[in-house]
């Protein structure tokens, strides 16, 4: 198997064969990881060119490709978890009818008209494929928790082996099912920690407003002062909405609406779907069967578990955009508490005080706008996740990803050899891996999360070469150099 990594001060074999693994396993790590990092050695060769930095030039190869490898690794869990979220979908759906309007705009230009229309027939593709995707997803984490939590057996005849079978099932339940909520409430936890942190946030940035404000209010006369303080009290009873209670009675209303959720999933998915599917023994031929399935299929790329909840989450969105448009108004026709202070206050204060009472502003509806975008969407399509059971199997497939690197520690030749790869690969594999989960728990996109999560693998490479120069001060290079252009296989 190969990594390919040129781990500072030493470079490893291309190649090393382990004999556990099936003989096409090596390819499926080591020929993405091998591409990304011969792209990064002959960037970095021809950036730094002085031979008297030829050890900076190792200690950045290592990292890049510490890097490069659990961005390869972080990538084949997004694969194995394909779960697009309602944002990434949405700016689809927002390209998908921003073209269709450009088909209507350039209806008189043949080749422009043309070209829009293949555009949101694409697009329209795309979303639905990923939509399909997610209900696939679904199925495959509703599985696995029915798998870890679920009773079975109960229709087996024979009342023996149905005892055997219920028995070992009981005792796989007693330990896979606290395991599994236990994952579930945690990257729960997270979730809700990260939207209060944003309210947080927000609330910091609303009292600097607050504070702003007051500190104009000696230049106003006695009665708009009144006028001011009357205003501010409106304020600060908006602003409980998005107090922590508050928002922790909406996150429970939240999970209330998914209540159902597991149950109508699985009603629509072996009742409402599996069900129109032809089998072997249905009738008509082979062809006809496959085109029926294949309908069947198109005709249901939505994503149900989105579908079901669709009508909670859109009450949620308007309801949290109603109490920041309350506060901050919408730019438009709606105008909130601070644009009515601010109209108030203007007349009576400097240019250069306005765009500081503007900006204040700016920053603190921004903050809001993001903290409720959280809640409402970001928390919810995360929730509805959870409760299907995404967190536990999107764990399985981590560890799954750090076992591999685990098998590149492994079949080094040496102890020194497996030392410097933990230091340089395996640790910052293992936690880059940790920190895109985590992110992803934070409600960060999945792309977001795999680049952070490569970045923290890069960093923690540099300081893994660091300890492995003081561990290993005196091994010979030229050992390595002459083992790496050994042939695979070779003592």
């Known amino acids: 198997m190969s990594l390919g990594l040129y781990n500072n001060p030493y470079q490893y074999r291309s190649y090393v064969n382990f004999s556990a693994a099936s003989p096409n396993a090596p390819e499926v790590i080591a020929k993405p990881i091998e591409k990304v990092e011969n792209v990064i050695n002959n960037t970095v060769d021809t950036f730094v060119k002085d031979q008297q930095d030829e050890e900076k030039k190792k200690s950045h190869k290592t990292a890049i490709a510490a ?30 009818h921003k073209a269709s309007i450009n088909v209507q705009k350039n209806k008189d230009d043949i080749f422009k008209s043309k070209f829009y229309k293949a555009s949101e027939n694409f697009l329209k593709k795309v979303f639905d494929i990923f939509q399909f995707t997610n209900s696939a997803n679904a199925s495959k984490d509703l599985g696995f928790k029915w798998l870890c939590t679920a009773e079975k057996f109960n229709g087996v005849e024979n009342e023996t082996a149905r005892k055997i079978l219920k028995t070992c099932d009981s005792g796989f339940r007693k330990i896979m099912t606290p395991v599994h909520d236990g994952i579930t409430k945690w990257f729960d936890g997270i979730s809700k920690s990260t939207v209060f942190h944003k309210y947080k946030s927000a609330k910091t940035k609303m009292k600097e407003l607050d504070d702003l404000i007051y500190s104009y209010k000696g230049k106003l006369s006695p009665s708009e002062q009144k006028q001011l303080e009357q205003k501010l009290s409106e304020l600060k ?141 970001d928390y919810f399509d995360k929730k509805r996740d959870l409760v299907l059971g995404g967190a536990p199997s999107d764990i399985i497939s981590g560890i799954g990803m750090i076992g591999l690197s685990g098998i590149a520690v492994g079949t080094a030749d040496t102890k020194e050899d497996r030392v410097s790869r933990a230091l340089t690969l395996g640790f910052p594999a293992v936690a880059g891996i940790g920190a895109s989960m985590a992110l992803t728990a934070m409600l ?27 561990l290993n001060p005196k091994k010979p290079v030229d050992t390595l150099a002459q083992a790496a252009t ?6």
Not at 486 to 491: E, F, N, Q, R, V
């Open 444 to 470: 960060f996109s999945g792309v977001q999360s795999i680049i952070y999560g490569s970045l923290a693998s890069a960093g923690l490479s540099q300081l893994g070469s660091i300890a492995d120069r003081t």
């Open 67 to 96: 890097g490069s490898s659990v961005l390869v690794l972080s990538t084949l869990i997004a694969l194995l978890n394909p779960r697009f979220s309602g944002k990434f979908l949405g700016k689809l759906k927002n390209l998908s």
């Open 237 to 377: 009873a908006s602003q409980q909405y998005f107090s922590h209670n508050n928002t922790l009675e909406r996150l429970a209303l939240q999970e209330k609406a998914m209540s159902n959720l597991e149950k109508d999933f699985k009603n629509k998915l072996f009742n409402g779907y599996l069900k129109q599917f032809k089998g072997i023994k249905s009738e008509g031929t082979f062809a006809q069967k496959m085109q029926h399935n294949k309908q069947i299929i198109k005709d249901n790329m939505s994503f149900w578990a989105e579908d079901m909840l669709m009508p909670s989450r859109n009450t949620f969105e308007q309801n949290g955009k109603k109490a920041v448009d309350e506060l901050m108004g919408n730019g438009k026709d709606i105008r909130g508490k601070y644009n009515e202070i601010i109209d108030l206050i203007s007349p009576y204060i400097s240019k250069e005080e306005k765009n500081l009472l503007d900006e204040s502003f700016k920053t603190a509806k921004k903050k809001l706008t993001k903290a409720n975008h959280s809640e409402c969407i």
């Open 486 to 491: 050994k042939p695979a296989g070779t003592a």
